[in-house]
């Protein structure tokens, strides 16, 4: 066996919860330590240590991959009230991924593993749709009020010239009111991260919201999306072939439909949280979808863009075997060797990111995979095994394909 290939710069790595942190140390062990000398700063996010630190982990994390540039995150719990009594915590912690993306800003690309033997259940897609997702604000970082008496709500703005005061409702009995936020700053860095993605993967970008309904708050994203195509990126557009519009998100809906893939898009906050999950399952499964939050200063996450797993967990627990698709986490980690390799000048380890892709995706193609994708390959002969068994036979693919 040749040599293990040395990183130079470490890898900010986030281990999280329930199956995904046994996939991790699977993958971990069977496809990558076996090639690659890991050199990596270890966070362990899992919600246990999150509650032990009183979640101070899950911003070192986060500072450490502004340090280094690069991470790899495992998916972790969102804790909620269930959780808080599950494992007894001190406070209902938020979710480690707001809290990164709050640190980092930026803009979250998701993108389907295609496989030839599994079809999109919308026939007319062939290529793979990107959705960019804006990180920062609006519900994730919202303020939200339960009224339950009358009472009238305002809107008020405390600014160095004074106050701006907004009438928004007048309770005559119970209701609830929500407000939220977000930064000029923060979308023309989104608007940024999609047009130069858009021109990395020369494809189209599309952008959507609802400005006719929120003429101020989407009516503002529009603008700026529009401004800076004018002022930085048309040029470059032109040049390349593609293309930037807008369009509301109705109808970017009813477009993204009758498509046949191949390009971004943009969508703010709460849309893409959405939108991913569709396209995903679209696509064939959540577990072949994989995630990059990119910040406009240049620092990438990785992850896949699925949870924990939960239900397969507590089944692992039991004893029982699971058949859980390591594939998106296992791209999280091509992604981010990849991308170390490119910033370090490491070629091999690019090299072996896309060997390892290829071998994950060949085994799909012969047949060989986990549970879920076996109601939706079109295979005739398919073989369906447990994850340890599934990551055994990447290896051997692997193995041929790096000899
Ligand atoms: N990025 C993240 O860290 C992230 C994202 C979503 C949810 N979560 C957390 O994950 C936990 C579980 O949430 P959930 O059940 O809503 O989401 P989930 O993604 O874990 O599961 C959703 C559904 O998809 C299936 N599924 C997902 N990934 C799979 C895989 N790799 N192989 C086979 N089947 C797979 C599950 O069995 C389930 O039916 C929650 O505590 C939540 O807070 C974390």
Redesign the pocket.
Same mark, same amino acid.
């Given at each position: 066996m040749t040599a293990k290939i040395t990183m130079t710069t470490p890898l900010v790595e986030m281990n =999280?919860?329930?199956?995904?942190r046994i $996939?991790w140390q699977w993958i971990k062990e069977t496809l990558i330590q076996p090639y690659v000398d890991l050199n990596t700063e270890y966070y362990d996010l899992s919600l246990e240590k999150r509650d032990a630190s009183n979640d101070q982990i899950t911003t070192e994390a986060a500072l450490a991959t502004k340090k280094y540039g690069v991470a790899v995150?495992?998916? +972790?719990? +969102?804790?909620?009230a269930q959780?808080m009594k599950e494992y007894s915590l001190k406070e209902m912690w938020k979710?480690?991924?707001a809290t990164i993306r709050s640190i980092l800003d930026g803009t979250i690309f998701r993108t389907p593993i295609i496989v030839d033997s599994v079809k999109p259940f919308v026939s007319t897609w062939k290529k793979p749709i990107t959705i960019a997702r804006h990180a920062y604000g609006d519900i994730y970082k919202d303020v939200e009020y339960r009224v339950e008496a009358p009472g009238k709500a305002e809107l008020v703005f405390t600014g160095e010239n004074g106050e701006v005061r907004q009438t928004i409702f007048e309770f005559k009995g119970p209701g609830l009111l929500m407000s939220m936020h977000n930064l000029d700053r923060s979308i023309q860095s989104f608007a940024r991260s999609c047009f130069n993605f858009a021109l990395d993967r020369k494809q189209d970008l599309w952008f959507s919201a609802k400005d006719t309904i929120s003429k101020t708050y989407d009516g503002t994203f529009k603008e700026i999306f529009q401004q800076l195509y004018e002022q930085d990126y048309k040029e470059k557009f032109e040049a390349a072939g593609i293309q930037y519009f807008y369009t509301l998100i109705d109808d970017a809906i009813a477009r993204v439909i009758r498509s046949e893939g191949g390009f971004i898009w943009a969508c703010k906050n709460y849309d893409g949280d959405v939108m991913s999950d569709m396209v995903a399952t679209a696509f064939g499964? $959540?577990?072949m979808m994989t995630?990059v939050l990119v910040s406009p200063d240049g620092y990438y996450e990785f992850?896949?863009? /699925? =949870?924990?797993? +939960?239900? /397969?967990y507590y089944q692992y627990q039991k004893g029982t075997e699971t058949?859980?698709?390591?594939?998106?986490?296992i791209f999280a980690w091509t992604g981010a060797l990849k991308k170390r390799g490119e910033l370090d000048g490491i070629p091999e380890l690019a090299r072996f990111a896309d060997a390892l892709e290829q071998a994950a995706i060949q085994t799909i193609e012969d047949g060989v995979m986990?549970?879920?994708l076996a109601d939706l390959s079109l295979l005739s002969q398919k073989k369906v095994l447990n994850s340890q068994a599934f990551l055994s036979e990447i290896r051997q693919r692997l193995d041929k394909i790096l000899s």
């Open positions: =999280g919860d329930e199956m995904t $996939l995150k495992c998916a +972790t719990i +969102t804790p909620n959780r979710s480690p991924n499964s $959540l577990a995630s992850e896949a863009a /699925h =949870g924990t797993v +939960t239900r /397969h058949s859980t698709n390591p594939m998106a986490t986990t549970k879920d």
